[in-house]
């Protein structure tokens, strides 16, 4: 700024080139720095000031202190069914996914024909419209009479009741839930592609056999995509969203054994008009998912491999 | 001596051809073996598709058919027509479409802008800036949930595509931060040597950025319109009037009033993942090269 005001006796006052980079840096980045406030700040500090609020949306907020985070882990039985049930998601369906985009990515990477032609099979459902997705879904896991009984008929059984009773429902969810890994698959294969041939040769020249390879060279490679998956998949699971609430009318059926965090949230919000105590739940849910990916993030620096550190 | 170097000769000969061998018959069994594994993972990744192919072609008596029913004869292809009709699809899809349309085009406007102050032009706060637009990426979409309705119900814009539009022409943090990793890929001496012959920014960001940009402009097109084209929960919240309902939710609402009517719904599905599957053929490399350029910097 001080050689601003000491270019000033020059005989056409120009701008210093910091300032106009300023100046056209924040023109530039206008629409989002509203953008910014208006769609993400203002909303997230509303949200918390909600959260300690009764509020139905149309009359004003009443605030009531702790009342809706006492209320939520004292007295509502709907909400510890809801938790449950999304850590159980994400503690079932994170570590298979990963195991099993990570093995498909392996298999596609042996120099083998057709791996476009497999790429793109595995990754076309992630494309599919999640009410495509889940009426289908809905379908062929019918108890008794949809596509998946076929097999057990042939064997004279019927099959289980899949998502029609409690002890199923979840199960078959983070089974279905395999059936969207292509994107994961995609970033596996293409870290694989990544890892230097020098690295295989060497290990050859070691006389390293296949597993050892595999421990020491390709999965310490792949960590950073694995980091990347896991934070993800975190995020995503504790989102799920759309696919059991079009599955199940967003009832949560049967049982509640269904009824996610964000389902349960949505229902307070607009089916019973506790914008607080919803708002409540989502700052529940923002700080969760921040001490998450923070032990994440932590723990990176014990099982994360960064080869030559930057890039 | 000569007679023993051609025998070592031979012998050395012998057992190289017959570890050649050996390496071979690995090498198949070894991609007979992975092939003999990712068939049956193909057919199980396809079979939803196909299963919702056959289907929308059945009559209602052999939606639960025992043995399964592949390829039904004859093809009721009166679904189709069936479904266009009693679920509007038509209506549905014009909605769908301006809403993604318009989208799509105020994401790719105004995060490139953003992009461009962020990668291209060096001022005090754009690391802050940066900071938070990646920090708005770890939000769960919950948190604003409620408020922004309130925003957007005081604005008088619920029922409206208002919501779902507007928003998208101040930015996507991720388009952004896509961008931004892009732009800093172009040499920077391009900015400066076209400051000198006197460019102002915008110049710079329309006539030299941008055309040098258009892989990455295209996948955020396409990530943005199928996401825009799936969109269920958005919809949900602010749409109430059928009227205005996209594609997902009006089938949603057709099934949940309706119930079982799988032909129709399946002939629906098949409509509506059909122009994104279309979509993906036709560009298939940026939308590999997208998905590895998110996943760049984990």
């Keep these: 700024m001080a050689t601003a005001s000491q270019s000033l006796p020059l005989p056409r006052r120009r701008l210093s080139q910091g300032t106009r980079h300023t100046i056209n840096g924040l023109i530039f980045a206008s629409p989002w720095i509203f953008g910014l406030v208006v769609f993400w700040i203002y909303p997230t500090l509303a949200s918390a000031y909600y959260s300690f609020t009764k509020y139905n949306g149309v009359r004003n907020p009443d605030w009531t202190g702790f009342a809706n985070y006492v209320r939520l882990f004292t007295d509502d039985e709907e909400f510890l069914a809801a938790v449950y049930n999304t850590v159980y998601f994400a503690v079932f369906s994170i570590p298979l996914a990963i195991i099993f985009a990570f093995g498909l990515a392996l298999m596609l990477n042996a120099k083998i024909r057709a791996q476009v032609v497999y790429r793109t099979i595995y990754f076309l459902p992630t494309l599919v419209p999640e009410v495509a997705l889940a009426l289908v879904w809905v379908f062929i896991f019918t108890p008794h009479s949809g596509l998946i009984s076929a097999p057990f008929r042939a064997f004279g059984s019927r099959g289980p009741c899949w998502l029609t009773c409690a002890d199923w429902a979840m199960p078959t969810l983070v089974l279905l839930a395999l059936w969207i890994i292509g994107q994961q698959i995609i970033l596996y294969l293409a870290g694989l592609q990544d890892v230097p041939q020098d690295l295989y040769d060497a290990a050859d020249v070691d006389g390293a056999n296949f597993l050892s390879k595999f421990r020491n060279v390709t999965v310490p490679i792949l960590t950073p995509v694995v980091f990347f998956h896991l934070v993800t998949s975190v995020i995503g699971a504790l989102n799920f969203f759309a696919i059991p609430y079009i599955m199940t009318g967003g009832t949560g059926f049967p049982a509640n054994s269904t009824l996610f965090y964000s389902i349960y949230l949505y229902k307070n919000a607009f089916h019973y008009l506790e914008m607080g105590y919803a708002s409540a739940m989502a700052w529940l849910l923002f700080m969760f998912t921040l001490v998450v990916t923070l032990i994440i993030f932590r723990s990176a620096r014990l099982w994360v491999f960064y080869a030559g550190g930057e890039d | 001596m000569a007679v023993k170097t051609q025998q ?13 061998m050996f390496k071979r018959i690995r090498g198949v069994i070894r991609s007979t ?3 003999a594994s990712l068939i049956p993972a193909a057919f199980v990744f396809m079979l939803p598709f196909m299963w919702m192919l056959s289907t929308s072609l059945k009559p209602d008596v052999q939606f639960y058919a ?5 390829i039904p004869s004859p093809l009721q292809w009166s679904n189709y027509p069936d479904a266009v009709t009693f679920i509007t699809f038509f209506l549905y899809m014009r909605n769908t479409l301006t809403i993604a349309i318009l989208a799509t085009i105020g994401v790719l406007l105004s995060s490139s802008l953003v ?31 409620i408020p922004l309705f309130i925003v957007f119900k005081n604005l008088g814009w619920v029922n409206s595509w208002l919501p779902l539009i507007v928003p998208h022409w101040f930015g996507g943090a991720l388009y952004i931060f896509l961008l931004r990793q892009f732009f800093m890929t172009i040499p920077m001496e391009l900015s400066e040597a076209a400051r000198i012959d ?14 040098l940009s258009k892989p990455a402009l295209a996948t955020v097109a396409i990530f943005e319109f199928i996401a825009r084209w799936r969109d ?26 309706y119930g079982a009517e799988w032909g129709l719904l399946m002939a629906a599905s098949v409509m509506i993942t059909l122009p994104i599957i279309l979509l993906f053929f036709f560009l298939q490399k940026t939308f590999v090269q997208g998905i590895a350029l998110t996943g760049i910097k984990g």
């Design chain 2, 66 to 70: 025992y043995p399964p029913i592949l």
């Design chain 2, 232 to 257: 269920y929960i958005g919809p949900l919240i602010y749409l109430s009037d059928q009227e205005q309902y996209t594609l997902s939710l009006g089938i949603y609402e057709y099934q949940s009033q």
């Design chain 2, 8 to 20: 070592a000769a031979q012998e050395f000969a012998h057992n190289h051809a017959r570890r050649l």
């Design chain 2, 115 to 145: 992009a461009y102050s962020l990668a291209r032009i060096p001022w005090a706060g754009r690391n802050l800036l940066f900071i938070l637009t990646v920090a708005t990426l770890m939000l769960p979409f919950q948190v604003t949930m």
């Design chain 2, 198 to 211: 006197g460019a102002n920014e915008l110049k710079i960001y329309y006539s030299i950025i941008l055309p």
């Design chain 2, 33 to 35: 073996l992975i092939h």
